[in-house]
C-alpha cells in the first residue's frame, strides 16, 4: 500500500450507540487507498450501520470519523454507496440504464436535458459492469444479480474513491455470486478505489480480499483473512467458544450465530 | 352537438378541465409512484370537509380547503413510513377529517349545495377569472414541479441511495405532498373531489403499464388526461348525466383492457429479450436465483411483520 | 334514556348497531393485519354506487350495496394475491364506483326524489334503519362471524405468512376471495351505521389501535369489539340524549374512533425505544431483512 497517500477511512474508538442499545463500541480502523474490505458479523452486528456512519447519516456517540479526511457528510460524491436491497418489482417500469442514470445527476434539481455526453457516460459505465445487453429492460424484470450490477455502476458514477456495498451477494447463487465478485475486484483494482463491502460469508471474497473487518456483539476486529478468522480470534470476539474450521479450500465458522 | 362551444362557460370548462388535467396527470404518476394512491383519494375528500368548515364560518371555501389538506399532508408525511400502516394513518385521518365534515354540514344551516359541489364537482359554473387563476396556478406547480422532478424520482425509486446522494428524501417527500394538497385545494372546487382523484390516478395507472421511460409516462398521462377531460366535458354538455362519470368511466375503460393485458405483453417481450442474450443454460440458473429470491422476500415479510 | 329505549327505531338503532359493531371490529383485526384497508375503503365506496342505484331501482339500498360489493369483492380477488401494485387497481375501481354513484345520485335526483338517499348513504342511517334490516344484519353478522371462526387458524396463517401458508396446503387464494366477500358484507353493513365516509371509524379504527396496544391475535379482536361497542353505544346515546345541536351519529363515533387511534399511537411510541429507522421505500410493501 502506499503510505504517502491520506487513509480513505479512519476511525478511533468510535461508538454508535442507540438508546440503551450499544451497537459498536471502540471501533478502531483504517483504511486505505485501493484497499479490498470485507465486513463480516452476524445479523444485528451493526455493520450496515457502520456503513450509514461513513454516509454521514448517522452520527457517532463517541469517538472520530473522518472519510478522507474529513468528517463524513451527507452527499460525498466521493464515496459510491449500493444499499441491500432489490429495486423494484415489476410492476413499475424503469429501464436499467434510467436507474443508473440516477447515480449520475439524479439529486440535481430540474429535469435535466438529454445530452450525448450523458449517455456516452451511462453507456461507458455500463459496459464497465458488464450490464449493456440488458440496458433497456425494465428493472423489474432483472434477475438479482443483474440489479446488483446496475446497482454499482450507479455507484460508480461519481468517481468515487471509497465504495460501500451493503450485501451485494445476498441471494445470489454461486455463479452470479463468483461474477459480481469479479466485476468488484476488477474496479478495485483498475480504479484503485476502497470498497468495504458487507457480507454474510467470506468465502466468495476469498481470493480478492485484502482484510476482513470483523463485527459481533459490539466488538469488532480488523486484519487479514488470517489473523481474524481463527477460533480463537472469533471465540473472543463472540464471547463463547467458535471453531473455525477449514475443509475444502473453505472456511466454515462453527457454533455463531448467523 | 358542436354547438356548445360557442357558449362560455363550456370553453372556460374546457380551458380550466384541461390545466387540472395536465397538473393531476404529473402528480398523479409521482403518487402513484410513492404508493400514495389511498392518499390521493382521501387528501379531496379531507379538503372536501375543510370546504364545509369554512362554509360555516362564512369564509371563502379555499381557505378551508387549503386548512385542512395541507394539515393533513403534513401529518401524512410525518406519520406515514411504511406502506402498510400508512394506508391505516391515511384513512383515519381522513375519517377524522369527514366527521369534523359531518359536524360542520350539520351545524351549518344554509344551502349545502355549494359544499357538495365540492365533493362530486361541477365543471360548468366556471367564470373567466376561475380560468385564469387555474391557469396561473398549474403553471406555478408545473414549474415547481419541474424543478423538484429528478431528485423526486431519484428518491421515489431508491430512498436509500438517494439519501446517501444528499437528496433530501423526507423533506421532499413532505414538500411534494403540501404541493398536492395545495393543488387540491384549487382544483377540487372546479372539478370536484371524485373527479380530482379520477384525474390524478387514471391516466398514469394506464400509462405506467406500459411505458418505461419516466418521462414518457408523464407525457402520455397528460395527452389521456387532457383527452378524458374534453371527452367528457363533451357528452355532459350534450346530455344530461353528471361529467365525473363520463370521465371516471372513460378513464376505467382505458385502463381496464392494459391492466388485463399488459402482463403478457411486457412479460413475453421481456423473457423475450434475454433467452436470446443469454442462451437456454442460462434459464435453469435463473429459475434458482428467482426461488431464492422468492424466499427471501417470504422471509422478508415474515420479518417485517413480526415486528 | 332508558324510557326511549321503548321506541322501536331506538331499538333498531341499538341492535342494529351493536351486531355492526361486533362483526365490522372483528374483521377490521384481519384488514389491519393484511394490509387491505384501502380495499376496504374500495368496497365501502362501491357501496355507495349500490346503495344509489338501488334507490332508483326501488329495492332497499342495504341489499343494494351488498349486492354489488360482494360482486366487486369478487373482482378485488380475482386481482391476485399481492398487496402492492394492487391499490391502483383499487384506486381504479374506486373511482369507476363513485362515478356511478355520482351518476345513479343524479339520475334519482332527477326524477323527483330529493338528496337525502345520498346523504344518508354517505353520512349513515343507523336512526332510520328498519326492523327488517336489523334481521338481515343478524342474519349476515352470525354468518360472517361463524365462518370467520371456522377460518380463523387458517386465515390469521395466509396473512401473516402467505408463502408458507400455501405450502403448508392452505388454500390462500380461496381464503383471500372469501376473506373480501366477507369484507364487503361488513363493509355494506357499517355503511348502514355510519355511512360511505367514515366506514372506517368501524372498520379500521378500532382494530388499528387495538393491534398498536397488543400483538396476540386473540387479545387485539377482543379489544377491538370492545372499542367498537364503546364508540357506538356512546355514539348513540350522545345522539339521543342530545347536546342540544342534534349532531349525527357517525359523527361523535369517527370522532372518537380517530382520536383513540391517535392516542394509541402516542402510547405506542412511549412503550417502544426509539430506533435509527431505515428509510420507508415507498414501492415495497416491506422492510429489507437485513437489519443492522
Redesign the interface.
Same mark, same amino acid.
Given at each position: 500500500m502506499d503510505e504517502r497517500q491520506d487513509p480513505i477511512v479512519e476511525l478511533e474508538h468510535v461508538r454508535i450507540q442507540f438508546g440503551k442499545r450499544t451497537i459498536l463500541d471502540d471501533v478502531n480502523v483504517t483504511i486505505s487507498e485501493g484497499e479490498f474490505i470485507a465486513i463480516l458479523g452476524p445479523n444485528g452486528a451493526g455493520k450496515s450501520t457502520l456503513l450509514k456512519l461513513l454516509l454521514g447519516l448517522i452520527k457517532p456517540s463517541a469517538g472520530i470519523v473522518r472519510v478522507l479526511g474529513r468528517p463524513p457528510r451527507r452527499g460525498n460524491s466521493d464515496i459510491g454507496y449500493a444499499p441491500q436491497h432489490r429495486i423494484l418489482e415489476a410492476d413499475l417500469a424503469l429501464r436499467a440504464r434510467d436507474v443508473v442514470g440516477f447515480g449520475l445527476d439524479g439529486h440535481r434539481w430540474g429535469t435535466g436535458f438529454p445530452s450525448h455526453k450523458r449517455k456516452a457516460t451511462i453507456d461507458t459505465i455500463l459496459r464497465e459492469v458488464d450490464a449493456s445487453a440488458f440496458a433497456e429492460a425494465p428493472v423489474g424484470q432483472l434477475s438479482g444479480g443483474e440489479q446488483q450490477r446496475l446497482l454499482i455502476a450507479q455507484a460508480l458514477l461519481s468517481n468515487p474513491r471509497l465504495l460501500l456495498l451493503d450485501e451485494p451477494l445476498a441471494n445470489l447463487d454461486i455463479i452470479h455470486e463468483q461474477e459480481i465478485v469479479a466485476l468488484v475486484q476488477g474496479i478495485c483494482r483498475s480504479r484503485n478505489v476502497a470498497v468495504m463491502l458487507v457480507s454474510h460469508d467470506i468465502n466468495p471474497l476469498l481470493p480478492v480480499v485484502d482484510r476482513v473487518l470483523y463485527m459481533a456483539h459490539g466488538q469488532s476486529t480488523i486484519g487479514t483473512t488470517d489473523e481474524v478468522i481463527t477460533s480463537a480470534t472469533l471465540s473472543k470476539l463472540y464471547g463463547s467458544q467458535v471453531e473455525v474450521v477449514q475443509a475444502l479450500g473453505r472456511l466454515f465458522v462453527v457454533g455463531a450465530e448467523t | 352537438m358542436f354547438d356548445i362551444f360557442q357558449y362560455q362557460f363550456i370553453q372556460n370548462a374546457f380551458a380550466a378541465g384541461t390545466c387540472v388535467a395536465i397538473v393531476a396527470a404529473i402528480m398523479g404518476y409521482f403518487l402513484i409512484v410513492r404508493g400514495l394512491t389511498f392518499a390521493g383519494h382521501a387528501l379531496p375528500n379531507i379538503g372536501f370537509a375543510g370546504a364545509a368548515g369554512a362554509v360555516l364560518l362564512g369564509v371563502d371555501p379555499v381557505i378551508g380547503l387549503l386548512v385542512f389538506t395541507i394539515s393533513a399532508a403534513i401529518a401524512i408525511g410525518i406519520l406515514g413510513k411504511a406502506m402498510r400502516e400508512r394506508d391505516i394513518a391515511v384513512g383515519i385521518i381522513m375519517t377524522f377529517a369527514l366527521g369534523l365534515g359531518i359536524l360542520f354540514l350539520s351545524l351549518y344551516s344554509g344551502y349545502a349545495e355549494r359544499v357538495y359541489s365540492i365533493l362530486f364537482g361541477q365543471i360548468v359554473g366556471i367564470s373567466q377569472q376561475n380560468v385564469l387563476f387555474t391557469a396561473v396556478s398549474s403553471l406555478l406547480t408545473l414549474v415547481v414541479l419541474l424543478i423538484l422532478y429528478r431528485p423526486l424520482l431519484f428518491s421515489s425509486f431508491d430512498p436509500e441511495v438517494a439519501e446517501a446522494r444528499g437528496v433530501p428524501v423526507n423533506a421532499l417527500g413532505l414538500a411534494f405532498l403540501v404541493l398536492v394538497a395545495i393543488t387540491i385545494s384549487i382544483a377540487v372546487q372546479i372539478v370536484g373531489a371524485l373527479l380530482f382523484f379520477t384525474l390524478l390516478i387514471g391516466p398514469a395507472a394506464s400509462t405506467a403499464r406500459i411505458i418505461q421511460r419516466p418521462l414518457w409516462v408523464i407525457l402520455l398521462a397528460i395527452i389521456l388526461g387532457i383527452c378524458y377531460t374534453w371527452l367528457g366535458i363533451f357528452f355532459a354538455a350534450n346530455g344530461s348525466w353528471p361529467v365525473s362519470f363520463y370521465i371516471a368511466t372513460i378513464s376505467f375503460a382505458v385502463y381496464l383492457p392494459i391492466r388485463l393485458f399488459s402482463p403478457l405483453w411486457i412479460g413475453h417481450r421481456a423473457r423475450k429479450n434475454m433467452a436470446t442474450r443469454q442462451g437456454p443454460l442460462a434459464s435453469g440458473v435463473q429459475n434458482s436465483e428467482d426461488e431464492q429470491n422468492d424466499a427471501t422476500k417470504a422471509s422478508g415479510r415474515v420479518s417485517g411483520i413480526s415486528r | 334514556m332508558f324510557q326511549l329505549l321503548q321506541y322501536d327505531f331506538v331499538q333498531n338503532a341499538f341492535l342494529a348497531g351493536t351486531l355492526i359493531a361486533i362483526m365490522a371490529t372483528t374483521i377490521g383485526y384481519f384488514v389491519?393485519l393484511r394490509?387491505q384497508?384501502?380495499a376496504g375503503?374500495a368496497l365501502a365506496d362501491i357501496g355507495f354506487a349500490g346503495a344509489t342505484g338501488a334507490a332508483i331501482l326501488g329495492i332497499g339500498s342495504l341489499l343494494g350495496m351488498l349486492g354489488l360489493s360482494l360482486l366487486a369483492a369478487l373482482g378485488i380477488g380475482a386481482l391476485g394475491e399481492r +398487496?402492492?401494485?394492487r391499490?391502483?387497481?383499487?384506486?381504479?375501481?374506486?373511482?369507476?364506483a363513485?362515478?356511478?354513484g355520482?351518476?345513479f345520485?343524479?339520475?334519482y335526483i332527477?326524477n323527483g326524489a330529493n338528496?337525502n338517499a345520498g346523504v344518508s348513504v354517505l353520512?349513515g342511517s343507523i336512526l332510520t334503519v328498519t326492523r327488517r334490516d336489523v334481521i338481515i344484519t343478524l342474519i349476515t353478522g352470525s354468518v360472517t362471524l361463524l365462518i370467520l371462526a371456522f377460518l380463523f387458524r387458517p386465515l390469521l396463517f395466509a396473512s401473516?405468512?402467505?408463502?408458507?401458508a400455501q405450502a403448508r396446503g392452505v388454500p390462500v387464494r380461496l381464503l383471500s376471495i372469501v376473506f373480501l366477500l366477507l369484507l364487503a358484507v361488513a363493509t355494506a353493513e357499517a355503511v348502514l351505521v355510519i355511512g360511505v365516509?367514515?366506514?372506517?371509524?368501524l372498520l379500521?379504527?378500532p382494530a388499528?389501535a387495538a393491534e398498536r396496544l397488543t400483538?396476540r391475535p386473540l387479545s387485539a379482536i377482543i379489544l377491538s369489539v370492545i372499542l367498537g361497542l364503546t364508540f357506538t353505544w356512546s355514539g348513540l346515546i350522545l345522539a339521543f340524549i342530545g347536546t342540544g345541536?342534534?349532531?349525527?351519529v357517525?359523527?361523535y363515533?369517527?370522532?372518537m374512533?380517530?382520536?383513540t387511534?391517535?392516542a394509541s399511537?402516542l402510547i405506542a411510541r412511549f412503550r417502544s425505544?426509539?430506533?435509527?429507522?431505515?428509510?420507508?421505500?415507498?414501492?415495497?410493501?416491506?422492510?429489507? +431483512?437485513?437489519?443492522?
Open positions: - | - | 389491519v394490509a384497508a384501502f375503503e +398487496v402492492r401494485g391499490d391502483i387497481e383499487i384506486g381504479m375501481i374506486l373511482s369507476f363513485l362515478g356511478l355520482v351518476l345520485l343524479s339520475i332527477q338528496a353520512f401473516i405468512d402467505p408463502e408458507v365516509l367514515l366506514v372506517f371509524a379500521i379504527a388499528a400483538h345541536h342534534n349532531l349525527p357517525s359523527f363515533i369517527s370522532t374512533a380517530a382520536l387511534y391517535f399511537m425505544p426509539r430506533r435509527y429507522r431505515e428509510l420507508p421505500h415507498p414501492n415495497r410493501e416491506h422492510i429489507p +431483512v437485513h437489519t443492522h
